[in-house]
């Protein structure tokens, strides 16, 4: 009887471990990249590349080729609509934390691949792997 209360008991652990795994999988189709991963990514998709940060930290440094949506400007919601939804965005942030909040967004409105610089332009500012223009 104890035996098979321990298999029932750990089946049933095993269900919800899995049913958990698989609707953390479906929810998430955000993917990290790295600065590498991200300069191929440019090179060969016509990909969305975009800033969420303030335009004053775009004016003083931005990857080449960014566009600037401010993820915490009022007219944040109306400006993502302008992005092309079937195309993939790439997004970065300063450290990766409005980049994070930013893809959920993007996510709920729809978008379909959507990319994210892990650990932000700060972690990858003195890479040399991207093109970066600062102020001079």
């Known amino acids: 009887m104890k035996r098979l209360l321990s298999i ?4 049933f652990i095993l269900l919800l471990s899995t ?3 698989d609707k953390k999988a479906d929810s998430t189709d955000v993917k990290l990249v790295t ?3 991200m300069k191929k990514i440019i090179e060969l998709e ?3 590349l975009v800033d969420v940060r303030t335009p004053s930290e775009f004016d003083e440094i931005h990857i080449e080729s960014a566009q600037n949506i401010d993820f915490r400007s009022p007219t944040f919601e109306e400006d993502i609509t302008k992005l092309d939804k079937s195309k993939p965005v790439l997004l970065y942030c300063k450290s990766g ?3 994070a909040k930013c893809a959920r967004k993007l996510k ?8 994210e610089l892990e650990g932000g ?4 500012q003195y890479s040399e792997v991207l093109a970066i223009e600062k102020k001079s």
């Open 97 to 99: 934390k409005r980049s």
């Open 121 to 124: 332009i700060s972690k990858w």
């Open 46 to 48: 016509d990909v969305q």
């Open 108 to 115: 709920e409105a729809g978008f379909e691949k959507i990319y």
């Open 35 to 37: 600065a590498e991963e």
């Open 19 to 21: 049913s958990c795994v």
């Open 8 to 11: 029932t008991l750990l089946s």
